[in-house]
């Protein structure tokens, strides 16, 4: 069982949470993520570790409220318990000197970039970030990654905060401008395949973080399979970082809404039964 310190939204439909996790806060690195199960019959979700504090055994999530878990997940207050959390999972990223790296993160993905940004800048590099959203009420850790880069810029897609563009344009400008040595992209697929396409014909090694449907996290089930290179590869024990140049999007793009009419009729029967007072488990 895992106590919650706080759990606060920093956004319209972001949440941040700090949460006990002492052997999660211990052994954490930039890049990991956990599974955590609200409850014994809860749905197991992946979520990525955007910071920890190894004294005192507590760990950051950052949580886009897009469906049933991640709402229940939004209705906790500190005190709470948390069942399971498991992990650190997944690959830590690979952080060297590079030289100058370009981070991008689009929505939630800027939240995952986060511990990305600040072990790349720790490591002698110089970090440039790009962060976007579609409106200023939706850009989270814009202040947290000015602290911890050497430059910070802001693109809204309606053009209320920052750049009127996409990161990706912006990430076109910048490798035009100057020699980058190394890309990170994370966010939604289709910015991840268009940061990745950018940077190929420049030779620029590009990471990305794969969002896929995640059950067992152990390699077992299969439900996060995604083709790099030609190759059947788990992004739970695999990745979640692969190499952008050969990742297979558009097979990640349909695999990830297999699942989106179920998805959509657990949301609604979840309403309908707390409009009747009745929290169901594991809808
Ligand atoms: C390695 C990894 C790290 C992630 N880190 C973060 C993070 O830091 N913050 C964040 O907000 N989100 C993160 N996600 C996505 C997050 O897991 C989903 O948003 C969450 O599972 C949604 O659950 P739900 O019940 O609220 O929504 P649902 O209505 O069940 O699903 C909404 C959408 O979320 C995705 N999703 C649903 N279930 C899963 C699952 N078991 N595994 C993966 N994706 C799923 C699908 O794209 C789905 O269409 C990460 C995903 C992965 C694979
Ligand atoms: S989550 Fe089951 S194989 Fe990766």
């Known amino acids: 069982m895992h106590r919650i310190i706080s759990n606060e939204r920093i956004s319209p439909n972001v949440g941040r949470m700090v949460v006990e996790a002492r052997y999660v806060a211990l052994h954490r690195k930039a890049g990991q993520f956990i599974i955590l199960r609200i409850n014994e019959k809860g749905e197991r979700i992946p979520l990525t570790i955007a910071d920890a504090d190894p004294v005192n055994g507590t760990i950051t999530l950052y949580y886009q409220i897009v469906g049933k ?13 948390i069942t399971d959390i498991a992990g650190p999972l997944g690959h830590p990223t690979e952080i060297k000197k590079y030289g100058t790296v370009v981070c991008v993160g689009g929505g939630i993905g800027i939240a995952p970039i986060y511990p990305i940004v600040k072990a790349m800048k720790e490591n002698g590099n110089k970090v440039i970030v790009l962060i976007g959203a579609r409106t200023r009420n939706l850009l989270i850790l814009e202040s947290e990654l000015s602290s911890s880069s050497d430059e910070v810029i802001a693109c809204t897609d309606d053009g209320s905060y920052g750049r009127h563009s996409y990161v990706t344009d912006v990430l076109k400008e910048i490798v035009s401008r100057e020699k980058v040595d190394f890309v ?55 990745g979640p970082e692969f190499d952008g140049h ?25 309403h309908t039964c707390k409009l009747e007072g009745a929290m169901p488990h594991g809808t």
């Open 69 to 81: 878990t991640t709402t229940d997940l939004s209705l906790l207050h500190s005190g709470d318990w």
């Open 184 to 238: 990170v992209a994370i966010g939604p697929v289709p910015m991840m395949k268009a940061a990745s396409e950018i940077t190929k014909p420049k030779g620029i090694p590009t990471m990305v973080s794969l969002n896929s449907i995640m059950v067992d996290g152990t390699g077992m089930c299969g439900g996060c399979r995604v083709t790099v290179g030609g190759e059947k590869r788990f992004t739970c024990v695999d």
């Open 246 to 270: 050969k990742v297979d999007f558009d097979e990640l793009m349909i695999r990830l809404n297999t699942y989106r009419d179920d998805e959509k009729r657990s949301m609604e029967l979840h």
